[in-house]
C-alpha cells in the first residue's frame, strides 16, 4: 500500500510523520507528474483551501485528483481539505472538487481564536484527541453521508463511500488512529 500526501501547501509534513510511524509507505504529490505514480490513497492536509485550490488548478492537478475520487480512490480529507471536497461552501463562493454532498462553514469558530482542542466520540473509534486550528464545520448533508462526529453540536467528521473528511487535524495529536482507520479503508479498496 502507498498513500500519496498533497503536497502543495500546508500540513502535509505532519501526515507524513504519522504515515511514516505507522510504517505506511507515502509519496508526495506536488506536481502534475506526481498523478501518474502508482498509489491507492490520497490524503489532502489542512492548510488554506484557496492557496491550494489555486495552486491544484495553476499546477494542472485539479482535474485528475478530481477523478481519482469520483473513481473512488480512498481520500483522507483534513480541514482545508474538507473544504476542497465539499458540494457547497456556505460562505465562500469558491468551488473546489464538489464530489462530498456536504455544505460547509468556512472559519465556522472564528478566525484569530478558533484554535481549540477536546476529545470526542468517533464512531467506531471511540474517544479521540482533536485539535482544531481555524476549522470549518459542517451545516449539513445530503443522504448516504455517514457522521462520525459531533462537537458541541457540530458536525466535525463524516464518511461517504471513499472519502473520510474531518474539521480536525488528527496529524497534530499523538493518536493514530484516524489514520489506522483510513488505512482500513485503503486496504478494502485494494482487495
Ligand atoms: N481556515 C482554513 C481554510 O479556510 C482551514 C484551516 C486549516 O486547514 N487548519 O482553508
Redesign the pocket.
Known amino acids: 500500500m502507498t498513500i500519496a500526501v498533497l503536497a502543495v501547501q500546508?500540513?502535509f509534513a505532519e501526515h507524513e510523520n504519522v504515515l511514516e510511524r505507522l510504517g505506511i509507505p507515502y509519496v508526495e504529490l506536488r506536481k502534475k507528474e506526481d498523478l501518474f505514480i502508482k498509489y491507492d490513497g490520497l490524503i489532502l492536509?489542512?492548510?488554506?483551501?484557496?492557496?491550494?485550490g489555486k495552486l491544484l488548478k495553476e499546477l494542472g492537478m485539479f482535474d485528475t485528483i478530481k477523478e481519482q475520487i469520483q473513481d473512488g480512490m480512498p481520500v483522507l480529507a483534513?480541514?482545508?481539505?474538507?473544504?476542497l471536497l465539499a458540494d457547497k461552501v456556505e460562505n465562500?463562493h469558491r468551488e473546489y472538487f464538489k464530489t462530498l454532498p456536504v455544505t460547509v462553514k468556512?472559519?465556522a469558530y472564528g478566525?484569530q481564536l478558533?484554535s481549540f482542542y477536546t476529545e470526542q466520540e468517533f464512531k467506531g473509534i471511540g474517544v479521540i484527541p482533536m485539535t482544531?486550528?481555524?476549522?470549518?464545520y459542517i451545516d449539513s448533508v445530503e443522504n448516504g453521508v455517514d457522521i462520525l462526529s459531533k462537537e458541541n453540536g457540530h458536525i466535525v467528521a463524516v464518511r461517504y463511500n471513499n472519502q473520510l473528511a474531518l474539521s480536525f487535524?488528527p496529524e497534530l495529536d499523538n493518536d493514530h488512529r484516524i489514520h489506522e482507520y483510513f488505512s482500513h479503508m485503503v486496504q478494502s479498496h485494494m482487495r
Do not use: K, L
Not at 45 to 52: L, M
Not at 78 to 83: K, L, N, P, R, V
Not at 132 to 136: K, Q, T
Open positions: 500546508g500540513a492536509p489542512g492548510g488554506e483551501s484557496t492557496v491550494q483534513t480541514c482545508a481539505g474538507m473544504i465562500d468556512r472559519n478566525r478558533g482544531f486550528i481555524r476549522a470549518p487535524h
